[in-house]
């Protein structure tokens, strides 16, 4: 089989696109959403793999900055839109796309890449890591009740049509995104993405709805959902599904949350994909009855070990030597000197001998915080060459907020 792999041509965008979707099920998604990702495809950084005329292979990439730990918001290329079509696979095809990627991510000085697995067991072998996990929650709010901070009851809620107020909450996101690793700094155009509401794709529930939480007239927190109104023999047995809920300080978070438990006629309220030390948790009477469920979230590949290990910062103080395994990446291959603390990093070649033996999929897996070294190292994953480097390292590596990805790409 002879196949071409090349940059995506915007006149190619529909039969690529229609590759994709053919991938993922063949259900059409809405002119919408159809739109919207047209309007957000980058095609420099979009690759289409041709068999003659027929295109049987899909991957782009969005141009993002990513929080790491310190703060520092850092360039990393999304990996988004991989398919394969299912007359062509095993031949090569996806490990085309993901070589011509990383050469390209590496040649445009991105030390990251970072991406949404559809299924977790297939970007391992490129070098990519776990490197955040998210929880869903089905919460019973008939019998889990809430106790909320001081100062929730000063918080004033009021209802907004959620384009209306778009340009508050996201100015309430952006405040946000330094504070946690993982989180996106949203590009121009991608505020979109929080309006999407194709009708066909409610399940039953309404239109999105949103919620403003304000202070002093200042917008301070928001959340967007949907209302299913459900009735059984027993009367109401409605649901609430959060779509996203953000807030700038412990009570407005807190108000927010109390008024989707107390949304009348409803019982039940599901979340998903929020942050694994949410701290909702705390403040259920009941957290059984939530029923908690973690899958993993963003997955994260070092496209260049050591500007990506410069780029965050460490908990503790850290000096340690890494040997490095990337047969996919062989540039990232070797001795790599780890010096940083809370202020700073330096990561260098060096020819010291090795304190911690590792692939590049356990650092990326531990690079954003979520993931300790030490658990990977009782996972067979990470060897220890120096008494001592596992523990200095793994402390080192932590984050005091889980790594969150706010939402897919």
């Known amino acids: 089989m002879t196949t071409d792999v090349r940059v995506l041509r915007q006149a190619d965008w529909d039969e690529w696109y229609e590759n994709l979707i053919r991938a993922f099920g063949g259900v059409a998604e809405s002119s919408e959403e159809r739109e919207l990702w047209n309007a957000l495809t980058e095609y420099d950084r979009s690759l289409g793999v041709w068999d003659g005329e027929n295109c049987v292979g899909t991957a782009g990439a969005f141009s993002f900055r990513v929080t790491v730990p310190g703060g520092a918001s850092v360039p990393a290329a999304g990996i988004t839109m991989v398919s394969v079509a299912a007359t062509h696979r095993r031949r090569g095809v996806l490990t085309s ?10 040649a445009g000085s991105e030390p990251l890449a970072v991406l949404v697995a559809s299924e977790p067991g297939i970007y391992g072998r490129f070098g990519y890591g776990i490197g955040s996990l998210s929880v869903s929650a089905e919460i019973d709010t008939a019998r889990v009740r809430l ?19 778009l340009d508050a909450c996201e100015a309430v996101y952006a405040r946000l995104v330094p504070e946690r690793p993982g989180m996106l700094a949203r590009q121009p155009g991608w505020q979109r993405l929080m309006l999407l509401d194709p009708a066909d794709e409610r399940n039953g529930a309404s239109p999105l709805q949103c919620v403003v939480a304000e202070r002093d007239g ?9 209302v299913k109104p459900e ?21 407005a978070r807190a108000a927010l949350w109390r008024f989707l438990f107390d949304v009348d006629l409803t019982s ?5 994909g929020r942050p694994v030390d949410d701290a909702w948790q ?4 009941d957290i059984r009855r939530c029923q908690l469920r973690t899958k993993d979230s963003l997955h994260v590949r070092l496209v260049d070990v050591g500007a990506a290990l410069e780029a ?40 010291d001998a090795p304190d911690l033996a590792l692939s590049v999929r356990e650092l990326g897996a531990a690079y954003l915080g979520g993931v300790s070294l030490a658990s990977l190292a009782a996972a067979g994953r990470v060897r220890e060459l120096r008494g001592g480097a596992l523990a200095e390292a793994s402390t080192a590596f932590t984050s005091t907020l889980a790594p969150w990805l706010p939402h897919g790409f």
């Open 97 to 106: 796309m993901m070589r011509r990627q990383l050469d390209d991510i590496r």
């Open 147 to 165: 106790s909320v901070p001081p100062g929730t009851d000063g918080v004033r809620l009021r209802y907004a049509a959620p384009a209306e107020v």
């Open 282 to 285: 705390h403040m259920v009477s």
């Open 218 to 226: 200042e917008v301070v927190g928001y959340t967007r959902f949907r």
């Open 312 to 351: 965050r910062t460490y908990q503790a103080p850290v000096d340690v030597v890494f040997e490095v395994e990337d047969s996919f990446c062989p540039w990232n291959e070797g001795r790599w000197r780890l010096t940083g603390d809370a202020k700073g990093a330096v990561c260098a070649r060096t020819e």
């Open 231 to 251: 009735w059984g023999p027993a009367g109401s047995d409605g649901a609430v599904t959060m779509v996203d809920l953000e807030g700038l300080d412990p009570a």
């Open 268 to 272: 039940t309220l599901r979340t998903r």
